[in-house]
Protein backbone atom coordinates (compact mmCIF):
# COMPACT_ATOMS: atom_id res chain seq x y z
CA UNK A 1 0.00 0.00 0.00
CA UNK A 2 1.38 3.39 -0.74
CA UNK A 3 2.03 6.07 1.80
CA UNK A 4 -0.55 8.16 2.30
CA UNK A 5 -3.25 5.91 1.42
CA UNK A 6 -3.98 4.83 5.07
CA UNK A 7 -8.08 5.17 5.52
CA UNK A 8 -7.90 3.68 9.34
CA UNK A 9 -9.74 5.73 11.75
CA UNK A 10 -10.02 5.36 15.98
CA UNK A 11 -13.90 4.93 16.60
CA UNK A 12 -15.45 8.04 17.72
CA UNK A 13 -16.35 8.63 21.15
CA UNK A 14 -20.12 8.12 20.80
CA UNK A 15 -19.55 5.13 18.50
CA UNK A 16 -17.19 3.73 21.04
CA UNK A 17 -20.10 4.54 24.30
CA UNK A 18 -23.01 3.27 21.81
CA UNK A 19 -20.99 -0.41 20.80
CA UNK A 20 -20.55 -0.48 24.78
CA UNK A 21 -23.32 -2.70 26.81
CA UNK A 22 -22.89 0.20 29.24
CA UNK A 23 -23.84 2.79 26.75
CA UNK A 24 -26.52 1.05 24.99
CA UNK A 25 -28.37 0.81 28.80
CA UNK A 26 -27.77 4.12 29.06
CA UNK A 27 -29.13 5.80 26.17
CA UNK A 28 -31.98 2.89 27.39
CA UNK A 29 -32.55 4.64 29.90
CA UNK A 30 -32.51 8.09 28.77
CA UNK A 31 -34.74 7.89 26.18
CA UNK A 32 -36.73 5.68 28.74
CA UNK A 33 -37.29 9.19 31.27
CA UNK A 34 -37.87 11.53 28.29
CA UNK A 35 -40.72 8.88 27.23
CA UNK A 36 -41.79 8.81 30.71
CA UNK A 37 -41.96 11.99 31.05
CA UNK A 38 -44.21 12.62 27.94
CA UNK A 39 -46.48 9.40 29.45
CA UNK A 40 -47.40 11.78 32.12
CA UNK A 41 -47.77 15.10 30.59
CA UNK A 42 -50.02 12.90 27.90
CA UNK A 43 -51.99 11.46 30.58
CA UNK A 44 -52.82 14.72 32.41
CA UNK A 45 -54.01 15.68 29.20
CA UNK A 46 -56.26 12.59 28.64
CA UNK A 47 -57.56 13.80 31.88
CA UNK A 48 -59.19 16.85 30.87
CA UNK A 49 -61.72 14.26 28.62
CA UNK A 50 -63.70 14.71 32.16
CA UNK A 51 -64.57 18.29 32.36
CA UNK A 52 -65.84 18.40 28.69
CA UNK A 53 -65.80 18.99 25.01
CA UNK A 54 -65.10 22.53 24.80
CA UNK A 55 -62.18 21.62 27.69
CA UNK A 56 -60.55 18.96 25.67
CA UNK A 57 -60.61 20.42 22.13
CA UNK A 58 -59.28 23.24 23.60
CA UNK A 59 -56.39 21.81 25.08
CA UNK A 60 -56.33 19.66 21.41
CA UNK A 61 -55.98 23.07 20.09
CA UNK A 62 -53.41 24.84 21.72
CA UNK A 63 -51.22 22.21 21.43
CA UNK A 64 -51.41 22.64 17.72
CA UNK A 65 -50.35 26.54 18.66
CA UNK A 66 -48.29 25.97 21.16
CA UNK A 67 -45.11 28.47 20.19
CA UNK A 68 -47.12 31.01 18.17
CA UNK A 69 -46.52 33.56 17.18
CA UNK A 70 -43.03 32.77 16.92
CA UNK A 71 -43.61 29.07 15.41
CA UNK A 72 -46.19 28.27 12.65
CA UNK A 73 -49.14 26.10 13.35
CA UNK A 74 -48.70 22.94 14.82
CA UNK A 75 -44.09 23.32 14.49
CA UNK A 76 -43.71 22.77 18.43
CA UNK A 77 -46.05 19.71 18.18
CA UNK A 78 -44.40 18.03 14.99
CA UNK A 79 -40.58 18.95 17.19
CA UNK A 80 -42.00 17.05 19.94
CA UNK A 81 -43.41 13.77 17.75
CA UNK A 82 -39.83 13.91 15.63
CA UNK A 83 -37.95 13.96 19.36
CA UNK A 84 -40.20 11.23 20.62
CA UNK A 85 -40.07 8.87 17.77
CA UNK A 86 -36.12 9.07 18.02
CA UNK A 87 -36.69 8.18 21.89
CA UNK A 88 -38.81 5.26 21.05
CA UNK A 89 -36.18 4.36 18.06
CA UNK A 90 -32.91 4.72 20.17
CA UNK A 91 -35.15 3.17 22.77
CA UNK A 92 -35.87 -0.28 20.66
CA UNK A 93 -32.74 -0.63 18.90
CA UNK A 94 -30.74 -0.40 22.18
CA UNK A 95 -33.09 -3.09 23.64
CA UNK A 96 -32.54 -5.54 20.94
CA UNK A 97 -29.07 -5.57 20.76
CA UNK A 98 -28.78 -6.09 24.66
CA UNK A 99 -31.19 -9.21 24.17
CA UNK A 100 -29.04 -10.21 21.53
CA UNK A 101 -25.71 -10.00 23.53
CA UNK A 102 -27.33 -11.46 26.55
CA UNK A 103 -28.79 -14.50 24.32
CA UNK A 104 -24.99 -15.19 22.73
CA UNK A 105 -23.32 -14.74 26.53
CA UNK A 106 -25.68 -17.19 28.02
CA UNK A 107 -26.59 -19.36 25.38
CA UNK A 108 -28.46 -21.93 27.85
CA UNK A 109 -31.42 -20.93 30.10
CA UNK A 110 -31.40 -20.65 33.82
CA UNK A 111 -32.72 -23.61 35.24
CA UNK A 112 -34.60 -21.68 38.19
CA UNK A 113 -35.20 -18.57 35.84
CA UNK A 114 -38.59 -17.69 37.77
CA UNK A 115 -36.67 -17.26 41.41
CA UNK A 116 -33.97 -15.02 39.37
CA UNK A 117 -36.14 -12.65 38.06
CA UNK A 118 -39.79 -10.88 38.25
CA UNK A 119 -43.06 -11.15 36.28
CA UNK A 120 -42.33 -8.21 34.92
CA UNK A 121 -38.68 -8.50 34.03
CA UNK A 122 -39.88 -11.44 31.90
CA UNK A 123 -42.41 -10.03 30.26
CA UNK A 124 -40.39 -6.53 29.01
CA UNK A 125 -39.91 -8.02 25.86
CA UNK A 126 -43.04 -9.41 25.17
CA UNK A 127 -44.69 -5.86 26.18
CA UNK A 128 -41.75 -3.55 24.43
CA UNK A 129 -43.26 -5.29 21.05
CA UNK A 130 -47.10 -4.90 22.58
CA UNK A 131 -46.38 -1.43 23.10
CA UNK A 132 -44.79 -0.81 19.90
CA UNK A 133 -47.30 -2.42 17.51
CA UNK A 134 -50.12 -0.01 19.79
CA UNK A 135 -47.89 3.31 19.29
CA UNK A 136 -48.70 2.32 15.05
CA UNK A 137 -52.05 1.87 16.17
CA UNK A 138 -52.88 4.73 18.67
CA UNK A 139 -51.48 7.02 15.34
CA UNK A 140 -53.63 5.54 13.11
CA UNK A 141 -56.48 5.45 15.61
CA UNK A 142 -56.58 9.27 16.66
CA UNK A 143 -54.28 10.73 14.81
CA UNK A 144 -54.27 10.19 11.68
CA UNK A 145 -57.59 9.04 11.91
CA UNK A 146 -57.22 6.10 9.46
CA UNK A 147 -58.56 3.08 11.15
CA UNK A 148 -61.17 5.32 13.47
CA UNK A 149 -64.11 4.28 10.81
CA UNK A 150 -66.69 7.29 12.73
CA UNK A 151 -63.78 10.18 13.04
CA UNK A 152 -64.45 13.59 12.33
CA UNK A 153 -61.37 15.68 11.56
CA UNK A 154 -60.81 18.77 14.07
CA UNK A 155 -62.97 16.84 16.96
CA UNK A 156 -60.47 15.06 19.34
CA UNK A 157 -63.12 14.63 22.06
CA UNK A 158 -65.86 13.28 19.36
CA UNK A 159 -63.01 11.38 18.10
CA UNK A 160 -62.51 9.31 21.58
CA UNK A 161 -65.95 8.87 22.10
CA UNK A 162 -66.10 6.52 18.32
CA UNK A 163 -62.82 5.01 19.38
CA UNK A 164 -63.57 3.37 23.09
CA UNK A 165 -67.33 2.95 21.65
CA UNK A 166 -66.25 -0.31 19.79
CA UNK A 167 -65.12 -3.65 21.50
CA UNK A 168 -61.90 -3.63 19.91
CA UNK A 169 -61.12 0.29 20.64
CA UNK A 170 -61.53 -0.83 24.04
CA UNK A 171 -59.57 -4.16 24.25
CA UNK A 172 -56.53 -2.72 22.21
CA UNK A 173 -56.16 0.54 24.32
CA UNK A 174 -56.41 -1.59 27.71
CA UNK A 175 -54.23 -4.03 26.69
CA UNK A 176 -51.60 -1.64 25.86
CA UNK A 177 -52.17 -0.06 29.11
CA UNK A 178 -51.68 -3.14 31.35
CA UNK A 179 -48.43 -3.86 29.48
CA UNK A 180 -47.47 -0.09 29.79
CA UNK A 181 -47.70 -0.59 33.42
CA UNK A 182 -45.70 -3.52 33.85
CA UNK A 183 -42.94 -1.77 31.53
CA UNK A 184 -42.37 1.00 33.58
CA UNK A 185 -42.58 -0.61 36.81
CA UNK A 186 -39.27 -2.33 35.92
CA UNK A 187 -38.14 0.07 33.70
CA UNK A 188 -38.03 3.13 36.04
CA UNK A 189 -36.07 0.63 38.70
CA UNK A 190 -33.20 -0.49 35.80
CA UNK A 191 -33.14 3.20 34.61
CA UNK A 192 -32.09 4.56 38.10
CA UNK A 193 -29.38 1.74 38.60
CA UNK A 194 -27.96 2.32 35.24
CA UNK A 195 -27.80 6.04 35.95
CA UNK A 196 -26.43 5.56 39.31
CA UNK A 197 -29.39 6.62 41.45
CA UNK A 198 -30.18 3.42 42.94
CA UNK A 199 -28.01 2.13 45.90
CA UNK A 200 -28.61 -1.05 48.65
CA UNK A 201 -30.47 1.49 50.96
CA UNK A 202 -32.57 3.06 47.95
CA UNK A 203 -33.76 -0.09 46.12
CA UNK A 204 -36.75 -0.24 48.42
CA UNK A 205 -37.94 3.10 48.01
CA UNK A 206 -37.22 2.84 44.26
CA UNK A 207 -38.93 -0.16 44.08
CA UNK A 208 -42.53 1.65 45.24
CA UNK A 209 -41.81 4.56 43.49
CA UNK A 210 -41.39 2.90 40.45
CA UNK A 211 -44.84 0.78 41.45
CA UNK A 212 -46.45 3.63 42.62
CA UNK A 213 -45.77 5.62 39.42
CA UNK A 214 -47.18 2.65 37.01
CA UNK A 215 -50.09 2.08 39.14
CA UNK A 216 -50.71 5.80 38.74
CA UNK A 217 -50.40 5.89 34.77
CA UNK A 218 -51.91 3.12 34.67
CA UNK A 219 -55.37 4.20 36.14
CA UNK A 220 -54.84 7.34 34.62
CA UNK A 221 -54.88 6.09 30.97
CA UNK A 222 -57.47 3.42 31.74
CA UNK A 223 -59.99 5.49 33.50
CA UNK A 224 -60.73 7.10 30.07
CA UNK A 225 -61.83 4.01 28.14
CA UNK A 226 -63.42 2.80 31.26
CA UNK A 227 -65.71 6.37 31.58
CA UNK A 228 -66.74 6.26 27.96
CA UNK A 229 -67.77 2.40 28.68
CA UNK A 230 -69.50 3.28 31.98
CA UNK A 231 -71.53 6.64 30.11
CA UNK A 232 -69.83 8.51 32.33
CA UNK A 233 -68.29 10.50 29.41
CA UNK A 234 -70.18 10.64 26.80
Do not use: C
Amino acid sequence: MALGTRTDRRPSMARIIWDSSVGKKTVMAVSGLVMLLYLVAHMLGNLKIFFGADEFNGYAHWLRTLGEPALHYEWALWGVRVGLLAAVVLHAVSAYQLSRRDIKARPSTYVHKRLRTSYATRTMRWGGVILGLFIVWHLLDLTTLTVNENAQPGHPYENVLATFGTWYGNAIYLVAVLALGFHIRHGFWSAAQTLGVGSATRDRALKAAATALALALTVGFASVPVAVMTGWVS
